[in-house]
């Protein structure tokens, strides 16, 4: 007597569950087909279907046509996440797992991402990437900064009021050097930042083809640039126009511009504005795990014993 859709049903349904308890299965993957369910047991391939599709009920299994079944499917009633969503979900999920209840898990982050007090000073040759670095500090970190020119910093007798309320000195790679004596001065930390390639790579990319416009404010950040494009492929054709001496009203309307932050306050041409091509975080990923490493050693040295301990055990 050939089995009942239920009975089939019951039987795949066990041999699911006791393959996900012992991590055969895992959710999503691909499941046999109903007509090698059929050839295993004996039985018509129809009946497998039905089978199947009560499984599909329960929210079991996912029958996705011309791609096959799948163990695991979107429970019903639960929206669909969106990426920083499902990002979070999986980010407390793993908190679990090293012992972070959930009802915690938003006091223990905030906790150890706190940049209260804490004053990240940046030093740079030019206001343009002073007030990128800075504003980069505010803004993705929460960091209270001030800036200052690595010359004056250097020509300094004894650290200046900006130097002492440092917790960590911010510089490029370009004074790298000179902002290690500083840090060692006052005995701070210090990092120099990588930058994203991909603006410069992208201005390389549109020089072999177009003429390309950057608008500054100084005019020692408008010299460092033409000292990074004078090797590219067509290099004649970058331009880099300081505010105040130079008139931005002479850029084609055709031509890709890019302005810096500094710049873009002290622009009054709403039309070049509207135009000018996105500016978008300047760090590099691996600076950012770098920042966010030394806000989390801040946090953990005052953070109280018992958290502490919960951190010991959790690592």
Not at 195 to 218: K, P
Not at 229 to 248: K, M, N, P, T
Not at 286 to 306: C, D, G, H, K, W
Request: hydrophobic share 45%; aromatic share 6%.
């Amino acid at each position: 007597m050939t089995p009942k859709h239920t009975d089939i049903a019951g039987k795949l349904r066990q041999r699911f569950f006791s393959g996900l308890h012992l991590g055969i299965l895992q959710p999503g993957i691909r499941l046999p087909s109903a007509n090698a369910i059929a050839v295993e047991m004996g039985v018509d391939r129809r009946a497998v279907l039905q089978a199947y599709r009560e499984l599909e009920r329960e929210g079991i299994v996912e029958l996705r046509q011309r791609s096959g079944i799948f163990f695991g499917a979107k429970p019903q009633g639960l929206p669909g996440l969106s990426p920083p969503a499902a990002w979070a979900v999986d980010v407390v999920t793993r908190a679990i797992a090293m012992g972070i209840p959930a009802p915690q898990f938003a006091g223990w982050f905030r906790g150890r991402l706190s940049t209260d007090g804490l004053h990240a000073l940046c030093v740079e040759c030019n206001d343009d990437q002073l007030g990128a670095l800075s504003a980069e500090m505010r803004s993705d970190y929460g960091f209270e900064t001030d800036s200052a020119n690595v010359d004056e910093l250097l020509a300094e007798r004894t650290p200046g009021d900006k130097l002492k309320r440092a917790a960590i000195l911010v510089t490029t790679h370009f004074h790298a050097g000179e902002v290690k004596e500083l840090a060692a001065r006052v005995g701070r930390p210090w990092i120099a930042v990588s930058l994203r390639t991909d603006i410069y790579a992208e201005i390389a990319r549109l020089l072999r083809s177009s003429a390309v416009y950057f608008v500054v404010v100084d005019a020692r950040f408008e010299k460092k640039l033409h000292r990074i494009f004078e090797s590219v492929s067509g290099a004649a054709g970058f331009h880099a126009l300081v505010i105040g001496r130079d008139d931005v009203t002479d850029i084609p309307d055709d031509a890709p511009v890019y302005i810096t932050r500094a710049a873009r306050a002290r622009v009054d041409n709403d039309s070049l504005l509207q135009r000018v091509l996105p500016e978008d975080r300047v760090f590099s990923q691996e600076s950012a795990r770098e920042i966010l490493s030394f806000v989390v050693t801040s946090n953990m040295a005052v953070l109280p014993a018992r958290e502490t301990a919960v951190d010991g055990s959790a690592a």
